[in-house]
Nanobody, 130 residues
């Protein structure tokens, strides 16, 4: 499966952005898709994840209440709606895929070490600055 993230940009604090992760090569409903971010000098951290079979969602504490993950399997796209952005949200945002099968790992999907190298798409830069 291939992933392509887009939608980043430079915005002012308090504004919103919607990122997209387009999935190709397989049906989106066969995957959980997670958003991660990595700021300069910091470790990659999980933001949100959606199981595209049962539509359950999982959020990091930093994203709870401000970010919303959603998807449309007919469009093979997963979105991350980010509201009330803060300078601390500045990072490269990436999406990763986990093929569904067996018990759901739940919040483990937000651990970047869970994914193999080929599970990642290229990122999109988000810069929040006044």
């Amino acid at each position: 499966v291939q992933l392509q993230a887009s939608g980043g940009g430079m915005v002012q604090p308090g504004t919103s952005l919607r990122l997209s992760c387009v999935v190709s090569g397989d049906d989106l409903e066969n995957y959980a898709i997670a958003w991660f971010r990595q700021a300069p000098g910091k470790e990659r951290e999980g933001v949100a994840c959606i199981n595209n079979r049962d539509k359950r969602t999982y959020y990091a504490d930093s994203a709870q209440g401000r970010f919303t993950i959603s998807s449309d399997t007919t469009k093979s796209t997963v979105w991350l709606q980010m509201n009330n952005l803060e300078p601390e949200d500045t990072a490269v945002y990436l999406c990763a895929a986990d093929r569904l099968g067996g018990p759901s790992p739940g919040t483990i999907w937000l651990n970047p070490n869970y994914y193999e190298d080929e599970s990642w798409g290229q990122g999109t830069q988000v810069t929040v600055s006044s």
